[in-house]
């Protein structure tokens, strides 16, 4: 690999605003900036754009947001002519969805494939962000936007003796582009999260046999995903706008679920329990954990829905011992990304799948034939690590991103990322943050966290620009409220609850500090626009003094 160190091999580009990642928040953003008559350019890893839908192939990988949903709403005309086939998109699907946008809105012509950042550095005196690409190329730009997601850093556990297994493996957000065939083999799939709920029932059907390694049981419920029915789609679209105008209104960014308006506890136990049985039956996530006011909160409430799932999965899976292993009683329901599934409990019920528990006894290591726990050697074929990844904070990590007034971000986030409003970070003029840390983003509809985020730079900078104006960045007070807001709005729920990736429970070393906003995006999005609307407090807007007049 050159060495980034060395001087450019091309000439410098100059733009107005680099962006970082070329999926749903990178695309906007360049159409969105673009509009301002700005000069923008996104720098994309990988050979293709879509982010996350470009890279989890894995089987079964498909969004858990309702498709009509999880879509762009900046252009009316593109949702009504977009037509999704399922309720849920198949990541092949979003991708397809993903690539039209692209080509409708002429953005491809400012997107550079396979082109990693490998360093940006703001040069104070200069006003202006440098950005190194991995093969040397410089870029300079007053503003960066960095899109490059929240969940884009693959994590594979540092197991002893991985590169000895003799066997394929694989990481569910690294997939082959051609396809991994398991037909005949013998599969272990580590990892139960969204990923390895999605897949094991596919790969179940595929595999000799499977082995699945369980170290924390995570609650699921049934997608019910089907054909797009006609007269929900037409009924949708007819109301589209208002629907997105409601969904902004809603915490999670989703409109369609009545707000509620009781808590679990006021309700008797047989009615309650139908309540649960509906939203049960209708499938998706948002609808169970928002039928009473207080599931997130309190954690009586919350246990007669734990308990209630807990009961479906018994019911579901014949093998009692397998059963209790399934049924989560370490994390209130909601409080860990919730999964939604097709099939996934009743894949335990195949002859040819076996849970193993591996939190009784622990992975030791892989060694050539397969993954030796505690309790023995499994021998394997082939080993799929849905293990997650380095959430939130690890795609900005992979950059060296500093000023030349010695901030470094590492060290300004060695105790855990700050930031204000989940946009920006103070000491780093002009970096613009899509869905990072402090903002609600992973909670909610991504798709409209992404729009209301970039809207919302774009406006800032807009507004710079109407005030001759060419340098915004947060106040260290500013930042510390807002991160001292971020949590004790976390800490006013049950979420610190879960060992989850929302804490960075799954990256060893990383320092737990809650990082989405779960005040949601109604709540943000009205904060955001006072910001804005009262001349951005908590900002300091300045001219720098290299600017003509
Ligand atoms: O990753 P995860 P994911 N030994 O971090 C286990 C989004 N998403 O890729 O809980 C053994 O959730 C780990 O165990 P534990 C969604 O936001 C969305 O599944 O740490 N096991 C856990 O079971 C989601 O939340 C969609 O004890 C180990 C699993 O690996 C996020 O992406 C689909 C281990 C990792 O689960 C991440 O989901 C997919 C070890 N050393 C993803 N290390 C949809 O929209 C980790 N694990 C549907």
Same mark, same amino acid.
């Given at each position: 690999m050159p060495d980034a160190s060395h001087s450019p091999a091309r000439p410098t580009r100059q733009l107005d605003v680099a962006i970082v990642g070329g999926g749903l928040a990178g695309l906007y953003a360049i159409h969105r900036l673009r509009g301002l008559g700005l000069k923008v350019r996104a720098y994309e890893?990988?050979?293709?754009?879509?982010g996350t839908w470009f890279w989890n192939?894995? %089987?079964?990988? #498909?969004?858990?947001?309702?498709s009509l949903e999880y879509s $762009?709403?900046?252009s009316n005309e593109l949702q009504q002519e977009w037509k999704w086939p399922e309720r849920y998109g198949t990541q092949p699907e979003i991708l397809r969805y993903i690539n039209h946008v692209a080509d409708r809105f002429d953005l491809r012509r400012d997107v550079q494939l396979n082109t990693r950042i490998k360093v940006a550095t703001f040069d104070s005196k200069a006003n202006e962000w440098t950005l190194r690409t991995e093969d040397g190329e410089e870029i300079r730009a007053r503003y960066c936007v960095m *899109?490059?997601?929240?969940?884009? @850093?693959p994590r594979v556990p540092d197991?002893?003796?991985?590169?000895?297994?003799?066997g394929k493996w694989y990481h569910s957000g690294l997939w082959p582009h051609e396809g991994v065939d398991f037909t005949g083999l013998r599969v272990g799939v580590i990892g139960t999260g969204s990923s390895g709920v999605q897949m094991i029932p596919i790969i179940a059907s595929q595999a000799k046999h499977l082995h699945v390694f369980q170290r924390t049981a995570n609650f699921s419920l049934p997608a019910r995903n089907g054909p797009m029915e006609p007269e929900r789609e037409s009924r949708h679209k007819a109301e589209y706008p208002a629907r997105r105008a409601a969904a902004a209104e809603t915490p999670f960014a989703i409109a369609g679920h009545p707000k509620p308006t009781q808590s *679990?506890?006021?309700?008797p136990t047989d009615e309650r329990n139908r309540a649960y049985e509906s939203k049960w039956q209708e499938g998706g996530s948002i609808s169970y954990l928002y039928a009473y006011t207080d599931l997130l909160v309190s954690k009586e409430s919350n246990d007669t829905a734990s308990e209630f799932v807990r009961n479906k999965i018994r019911s579901t899976v014949k093998d009692q011992k397998t059963a209790e292993l399934l049924a989560p009683k370490d994390h209130p329901i909601g409080t860990k990304r919730l999964c939604l599934d097709t099939n996934y409990y009743e894949t $335990?019920?195949?002859?040819n799948v076996t849970l193993v528990d591996? #939190?009784? *006894? %622990?992975?030791q290591e892989i060694t050539e034939t397969g993954v030796r726990t505690a309790a023995g050697d499994y021998e394997l074929d082939a080993i799929v690590f849905a @293990?997650?990844?380095?959430?939130?904070t690890g795609a900005l990590r992979e950059i060296d991103v500093r000023t030349t007034?010695?901030?470094v971000l590492a060290d300004h986030w060695a105790g855990g990322p700050l930031t204000y409003l989940g946009l920006m970070v103070s000491g780093f003029p002009n970096m613009f943050v899509v @869905?990072? %840390?402090?903002?609600p983003g992973v909670k909610t509809q991504m798709i409209a966290s992404i729009e209301q985020h970039v809207d919302w730079i774009a406006d800032a900078i807009d507004h710079l620009h109407r005030h001759q104006l060419d340098r915004i960045a947060p106040s260290a007070d500013a930042e510390s409220e807002w991160v001292n807001h971020v949590n004790a709005v976390a800490d006013s729920t049950? $979420?610190?609850?879960a060992n989850s990736w929302y804490v960075?429970?799954?990256?060893?070393?990383? %320092?737990r500090v809650f990082m989405p906003?779960?005040?949601g995006f109604d709540r943000y999005k009205k904060r955001c626009d006072e910001v804005a609307a009262g001349g951005y407090p908590g900002f300091t807007l300045s001219r720098h003094e290299s600017v003509v007049a």
């Amino acid at each position: 690999m050159p060495d980034a160190s060395h001087s450019p091999a091309r000439p410098t580009r100059q733009l107005d605003v680099a962006i970082v990642g070329g999926g749903l928040a990178g695309l906007y953003a360049i159409h969105r900036l673009r509009g301002l008559g700005l000069k923008v350019r996104a720098y994309e890893a990988g050979s293709g754009i879509g982010g996350t839908w470009f890279w989890n192939r894995y %089987p079964g990988a #498909r969004c858990d947001v309702e498709s009509l949903e999880y879509s $762009y709403s900046f252009s009316n005309e593109l949702q009504q002519e977009w037509k999704w086939p399922e309720r849920y998109g198949t990541q092949p699907e979003i991708l397809r969805y993903i690539n039209h946008v692209a080509d409708r809105f002429d953005l491809r012509r400012d997107v550079q494939l396979n082109t990693r950042i490998k360093v940006a550095t703001f040069d104070s005196k200069a006003n202006e962000w440098t950005l190194r690409t991995e093969d040397g190329e410089e870029i300079r730009a007053r503003y960066c936007v960095m *899109a490059a997601g929240n969940l884009s @850093t693959p994590r594979v556990p540092d197991f002893k003796g991985i590169q000895s297994f003799k066997g394929k493996w694989y990481h569910s957000g690294l997939w082959p582009h051609e396809g991994v065939d398991f037909t005949g083999l013998r599969v272990g799939v580590i990892g139960t999260g969204s990923s390895g709920v999605q897949m094991i029932p596919i790969i179940a059907s595929q595999a000799k046999h499977l082995h699945v390694f369980q170290r924390t049981a995570n609650f699921s419920l049934p997608a019910r995903n089907g054909p797009m029915e006609p007269e929900r789609e037409s009924r949708h679209k007819a109301e589209y706008p208002a629907r997105r105008a409601a969904a902004a209104e809603t915490p999670f960014a989703i409109a369609g679920h009545p707000k509620p308006t009781q808590s *679990a506890l006021d309700v008797p136990t047989d009615e309650r329990n139908r309540a649960y049985e509906s939203k049960w039956q209708e499938g998706g996530s948002i609808s169970y954990l928002y039928a009473y006011t207080d599931l997130l909160v309190s954690k009586e409430s919350n246990d007669t829905a734990s308990e209630f799932v807990r009961n479906k999965i018994r019911s579901t899976v014949k093998d009692q011992k397998t059963a209790e292993l399934l049924a989560p009683k370490d994390h209130p329901i909601g409080t860990k990304r919730l999964c939604l599934d097709t099939n996934y409990y009743e894949t $335990y019920n195949r002859d040819n799948v076996t849970l193993v528990d591996v #939190r009784s *006894a %622990p992975i030791q290591e892989i060694t050539e034939t397969g993954v030796r726990t505690a309790a023995g050697d499994y021998e394997l074929d082939a080993i799929v690590f849905a @293990t997650g990844f380095d959430a939130m904070t690890g795609a900005l990590r992979e950059i060296d991103v500093r000023t030349t007034e010695g901030a470094v971000l590492a060290d300004h986030w060695a105790g855990g990322p700050l930031t204000y409003l989940g946009l920006m970070v103070s000491g780093f003029p002009n970096m613009f943050v899509v @869905t990072g %840390p402090g903002s609600p983003g992973v909670k909610t509809q991504m798709i409209a966290s992404i729009e209301q985020h970039v809207d919302w730079i774009a406006d800032a900078i807009d507004h710079l620009h109407r005030h001759q104006l060419d340098r915004i960045a947060p106040s260290a007070d500013a930042e510390s409220e807002w991160v001292n807001h971020v949590n004790a709005v976390a800490d006013s729920t049950l $979420y610190p609850l879960a060992n989850s990736w929302y804490v960075g429970a799954n990256i060893p070393g990383k %320092p737990r500090v809650f990082m989405p906003y779960v005040g949601g995006f109604d709540r943000y999005k009205k904060r955001c626009d006072e910001v804005a609307a009262g001349g951005y407090p908590g900002f300091t807007l300045s001219r720098h003094e290299s600017v003509v007049a």
